[in-house]
């Protein structure tokens, strides 16, 4: 009898050993998160809200970015008409200092998730959650330094302007991929209205 070697598929999907029941204390207690605004409703809702304040301020970030250093292949870049330049920084830092408390209130309705059980459900399952840190750190990391940079507080070591270009690509790359796992979960959320 000879076997099939096992696809990529099947080991990412294949599932994991359970873990003993005895670690399944404190936060990991069934039923320990039962308030209903711990739902995938209101996560949906937030997650909307943030993928637009993130998506804005990343590309108006982006204009910033591309007038301060242009780029070879856009020689029509200008910075006029001035009043555009203002615009989108203004917008850049409203929509910043919105995607504050609309992050804040995403954690906060989603902090159960962390605490399911079995932790990983596979390894693909693995691979989402632990995906998930570039998300939260980019996220907490862009609006930290982007609130310090608006107050003029510059109590880290390291030049705002590219560190927070670069993270923007690793955020909304992480972003990005968690919209495409929770894509099903998002809009079945988003159709009970």
């Known amino acids: 009898m000879v076997l099939d070697p096992p696809t990529m598929t099947s080991i990412l999907h294949r599932p994991l050993p359970k873990p003993p029941s005895a670690l399944r204390r404190g936060p990991f207690r069934e039923g320990r998160f039962s308030s209903p605004l711990h739902s995938a409703w209101v996560a949906a809702r937030l997650g909307r809200m943030l993928g637009i304040t993130f998506g804005v301020c990343f590309l108006t970030g982006l204009y910033s970015h591309f007038l301060q250093h242009q780029p070879h292949w856009a020689p029509w870049l200008t ?18 200092l919105a995607s504050i408390p609309l992050l804040l209130a995403k954690l906060w309705t989603v902090y159960p998730k962390l605490w399911e059980w079995p932790p990983a459900r596979s390894l693909s399952h693995a691979v989402e959650r632990g995906s998930l840190f570039l998300l939260v750190a980019g996220s907490g990391f862009q609006l930290v330094t982007g609130l310090m940079n608006v107050v003029g507080w510059y109590a880290f070591k390291f030049f705002f302007t590219p560190a927070h270009y670069w993270t923007a690509y690793i955020t909304i790359g992480a972003m990005l991929i968690h919209i495409g796992t929770k894509l099903t979960v998002a809009r079945q959320a988003l159709s009970d209205e």
């Open 79 to 96: 910075s006029r008409p001035v009043g555009l330049y203002r615009f989108t920084q203004g917008l850049h830092v409203a929509t910043g």
